[in-house]
């Protein structure tokens, strides 16, 4: 029986555990892959305070050797349900059941798919979601980004290094990324901008990718580029089907200013949850208030 359960290991799960254990609360964390999340496979983080240039995975783990410093507990188990039980949570895992007088929910978000034919088929072998992961496969190689948001740009930018040349395509005639990660791609001589396209579809021989076939919206054109790989940033999906909690249409968890969601005891911090911003730094200020108040919620059900 523990006081609080944390499912997630990124920036908010870790934020909490971290909060959690300084109020001397009985915790475990639950992480289903790795401790870190998402932003572990990032190459560079520019924007978190006191860290002009750092990678992600070496943020997260300082955060990681912080959290276990202060003796957190994570348990690396898949979360299938969770249900209450009078005062308690109980939560059904791959390893079984544990219980907890109050959860913090801190899965973050997966990428979305595109859709597009072929990207199922030769994701892994050309296809992917993650430049950093994967990007050193492809140096002095013919590569696009599709997305239009700070995660696209930011990629593109990073694989210019790479690769000899990079396709950006975007479906609109206008960015959604910062301005200055904006300026640093169309400044950057081996990347081409397609603003106004989409991709249709994603060949392959020999189960790999050769070639890309995308349409000009404004002139309903269609061509081919040949090239090795294709990385897709198209947006999130949150890790969520597994709490019944109110939602919104996309499937992030509802929580108030406090973290609370619909049920009482249960909070949500993190990507996960509706939010207009999708950084390290509000993960952690979630993760924070969602320990605090979680606290306050055992303290007054006790």
Not at 26 to 49: F, H, R, W
Not at 51 to 57: D, E, L
């Amino acid at each position: 029986m523990y006081d609080l359960i944390i499912i997630g290991g990124g920036p908010a799960g870790l934020t909490a555990g971290i909060y959690a254990q300084r109020a001397k609360l009985n915790t475990v964390l639950l992480e289903k892959q790795m401790v870190g999340g998402q932003i572990a496979v990032s190459d560079v983080i520019e924007n978190y305070p006191g860290f002009p240039s750092i990678s992600g995975a070496g943020l997260m783990e300082k955060f990681e050797e912080h959290a276990k410093g202060l003796g957190l507990k994570i348990q690396f188990t898949e979360v299938i349900n969770i249900t209450a039980e009078g005062k308690e949570k109980v939560v059904k895992t791959s390893d079984g059941d544990l219980r907890a007088k109050a959860i913090i929910v801190a899965t973050g978000a997966r990428p979305k798919r595109l859709g597009a034919p072929g990207e199922k088929e030769l994701t892994g072998k050309g296809v992917s979601y993650c430049a950093t992961c994967d990007g050193p496969f492809f140096r002095n190689r013919t590569v696009m980004v599709v997305g239009g948001g700070d995660t696209a740009v930011k990629e593109a930018s990073y694989l210019s290094k790479i690769a000899s040349k990079v396709y950006l395509v975007h479906r609109r005639d206008k960015f959604r990324a910062e301005k200055m990660h904006q300026e640093k791609v169309e400044a950057t001589p081996n990347i081409e901008i397609l603003r106004s396209h989409t991709l249709k579809e994603i060949k392959g021989e020999g189960g790999v990718v050769t070639k890309a076939v995308v349409q000009d919206l404004k002139h309903c054109e269609m061509k081919e580029i040949a090239l090795e790989g294709v990385f897709i940033f198209v947006g999130i999906n949150p890790t969520t089907d597994f709490v019944d909690v109110d939602k919104d249409e996309g499937g992030f968890i509802k929580a108030n200013q406090k973290m609370e969601t619909s049920i009482p005891g249960i909070f949500a911090a993190g990507d996960c949850r509706t939010t207009p911003l999708l950084q390290v730094a509000t993960a952690v200020g979630d993760g924070a208030i969602a320990a605090y108040m979680a606290e306050s919620y055992i303290e007054s059900h006790k």
